[in-house]
């Protein structure tokens, strides 16, 4: 994750970032609320870019603000 840039944080109420890594590799999003119970549950999935670069947006995250985010190469 890219911390440097302009889409790193809130945007609009929602939790934005940008994905780096190897180009066209697609990539899974996983969430999850709580490391101790439950399980990880797909978000979305992206492909890195030519540029190396994704950005992913998540559009539920004002309403889940205690999340964790994982990424899995697919």
Known sequence: ILTE???F???AGRL???????ADIPVAV???EDLTVG????????IIGVN???QFLDPDSADHPF????FRAE
């Open 9 to 11: 944080g809130l945007q």
């Open 16 to 22: 934005e970032f940008t994905i780096e890594g190897a």
């Open 5 to 7: 840039d302009n889409h």
């Open 30 to 32: 996983e969430v999850r």
């Open 52 to 54: 190396g670069t994704t």
């Open 39 to 46: 399980h990880w549950t797909a978000v979305t999935n992206l």
């Open 67 to 70: 999340r964790m985010y994982r």
